[in-house]
């Protein structure tokens, strides 16, 4: 319902938003904000970082996840350690080194104001690397010993036996990343100096919280003041959420098997 109010709203004249009268379906229909808002360049720049973001990102992260699940999702006769380090990522999720040492990090590494300030940091999902150690611990262990016994290693029968048959939980997993990425707005701030690095959900939330228009130019601010604030602040959220909404019907379908297979722990 909230979606479908904001693209109501979206698609009405100002004076009718700015009165209140739009409810479910526009009133007064204009595509003037969606004019507005794809006739920013500063807007579509933002929307092209963000997509950057979202392809680099998603597959760094899936392919940490894969490689790092595997071995972890083996007992402890195949892999020592195992314990050892399944802990150590769970200390990640319960304690950070903190937002200063963060970013004194990323600044040393040279990556502010880069695409990689974005990516990096956060390029090891740990509940996902839980979330895929079980769904491949539940795998047949017959299928591995076949695997071994045909004369495959371990790298060959992860990309070959393990990895096409954790579909589900692949999609599950990549969903969250993609989601994850595409909403984060505050590294953003923490490390884009320029604003013409800002990724879309920074852009979003510089000028429609934070009303802060010092990035946009004096023709733009003429064009979003005969526009009404309630019109172009929909058409830029609801087309920010426009990739997410087209990506999820596909991936939802894995959704529910993933989650409950690789959060059954024997």
């Given at each position: 319902m909230p979606i479908?109010?904001?693209?109501?709203?979206?698609?009405?004249?100002?004076?009718?938003?700015?009165a209140g009268k739009v409810l479910l379906w526009p009133v007064d229909f204009t595509t003037a904000a969606y004019d507005n808002v794809f006739g920013k360049p500063e807007y579509l720049r933002a929307f092209w970082v963000s997509v950057k973001r979202v392809a680099i990102g998603t597959t760094?992260?899936?392919?940490?996840t894969i490689v790092t699940a595997y071995p972890l999702s083996k007992?402890?006769?195949?892999?020592?350690?195992?314990?050892?380090?399944?802990?150590?990522?769970?200390?990640t999720i319960l304690f950070s080194g903190g937002l200063i040492p963060m970013y004194l990090t990323v600044k040393s590494l040279g990556m502010l104001d880069?695409?990689?300030?974005?990516?990096?940091?956060?390029?090891v999902p740990v509940f996902n690397v839980i979330l895929l150690l079980n769904f491949y611990r539940n795998l047949p262990k017959e299928l591995e010993e076949s695997s071994r016994i045909d004369g495959a290693g371990h790298f060959t029968t992860l990309w070959k036996i393990y990895v096409p048959l954790s579909l589900p939980a692949?999609?599950?997993?990549?969903?969250?990343?993609i989601v994850g990425h595409w909403n984060s707005w505050f590294d953003g701030i923490l490390y884009m100096n320029?604003?013409?690095?800002?990724?879309?959900?920074?852009f979003l939330q510089t000028i429609i919280i934070k009303n802060d228009f010092r990035f946009i130019?004096?023709?733009?601010?003429?064009?979003?003041?005969?526009?009404?604030?309630?019109?172009s602040r929909a058409a830029q959220i609801f087309v920010a959420a426009f990739p997410i909404l087209i990506v999820y019907?596909?991936?939802?379908?894995?959704?529910i098997k993933g989650i409950v297979m690789g959060s059954v722990k024997e």
């Open positions: 479908i109010h904001i693209l109501a709203i979206s698609f009405s004249s100002g004076t009718a938003a700015s760094i992260s899936m392919l940490i007992d402890t006769s195949q892999f020592r350690l195992r314990t050892w380090y399944t802990w150590v990522f769970v200390f880069t695409i990689w300030a974005l990516v990096l940091p956060g390029a692949l999609a599950t997993t990549g969903l969250f990343t320029h604003p013409e690095n800002y990724p879309l959900q920074t130019k004096a023709e733009n601010v003429e064009l979003m003041i005969k526009l009404s604030d309630r019109t019907p596909f991936l939802q379908r894995f959704f």
